[in-house]
Nanobody, 120 residues
Framework: QVQLVESGGGLVQPGGSLRLSCAASGFTFSRNAMNWYRQAPGKERELVGGITSAGGSTNVADSVKGRFTISRDNAKSTVYLQMNSLKPEDTTVYYC?????????????WGQGTQVTVSS
């Protein structure tokens, strides 16, 4: 079955950095785009950014542009979210997501999330 396992979250001071990882299994990782979302309690889900299947193209939200980058290692079936210059407002749970589909169905799969807390 599809599994996405995020790791790398934690407590960091403002201005610090973290790298989140998402290890994937149960599907052909190299053929699928991957996305990162974040969602704080009581707030709407926010798309952080995504990366194409081969990693040739990425995009990130304006709120994190210039600070966050997304990369992937298809040999390790892992996608990364490098977060620099972290701000308190980046505090929330981060999720990686894959959308799988064929001609008759479409489903998105989420990891369990990893908590990022930016505080002094």
């Amino acid at each position: 079955q599809v599994q996405l396992v995020e790791s790398g979250g934690g407590l960091v001071q403002p201005g610090g950095s973290l790298r989140l990882s998402c290890a994937a299994s149960g599907f052909t990782f190299s053929r699928n785009a991957m996305n990162w979302y974040r969602q704080a309690p009581g707030k709407e889900r926010e798309l952080v950014g995504g990366i194409t299947s081969a990693g040739g193209s990425t995009n990130v939200a304006d709120s994190v542009k210039g600070r966050f980058t997304i990369s992937r290692d298809n040999a390790k079936s892992t996608v990364y979210l490098q977060m620099n210059s972290l701000k308190p407002e980046d505090t929330t749970v981060y999720y990686c997501i894959v959308v799988l589909a064929d001609l008759t169905w479409k489903k998105d799969y989420w990891g369990q999330g990893t908590q990022v807390t930016v505080s002094s």
